[in-house]
């Protein structure tokens, strides 16, 4: 069962809320149709995403790990900007994004959801 850490929540939204956070979701789908049933979710969380100034970076499917290790290979990665914390918890909070995201939840087996910032000095 995916589901969303309320801990987890709060200690990210306790962060810094002037600048804006990636967020790197890899995803491992369902084996029969979540590909298909993923980017369904994605056309009805498009519009709620830019509703809250998010907006997708990049979406890509995933090639073999190159590394050893604990390393796992995932379907795909996406990274999706949002202007604020705030702004992710705004939209997970929307009634129009839970219809959304119990597609979404249907079309993964596994989810990694790792929010990033920015460093500016590795750029």
């Not at 796992?72 to 914390?85: I, S, T």
Request: aromatic share 8%; no cysteine.
């Amino acid at each position: 069962m995916v589901s969303l850490s309320p801990v987890a929540i709060d200690a990210f939204l306790t962060g810094d809320d002037d600048s804006a956070v990636i967020m790197l979701n890899l995803l491992r789908f369902e084996p029969d149709g979540g590909r298909e049933k993923y980017l369904e979710y994605l056309q009805m969380a498009k519009p709620i995403l830019a509703r809250f100034g998010a907006k997708i970076l990049f979406g890509g499917d995933g090639l073999p790990v190159l590394t050893t290790g604990q390393a796992q290979e995932w379907d795909a990665a996406v990274l999706v900007q949002y202007p604020r914390r705030s702004a992710f918890k705004n939209m997970i909070d929307d009634p129009e994004y839970h219809k959304a995201f119990k597609i979404g939840v249907a079309a993964i087996s596994d989810i990694v959801l790792q929010p990033l910032k920015r460093i500016d000095s590795l750029m």
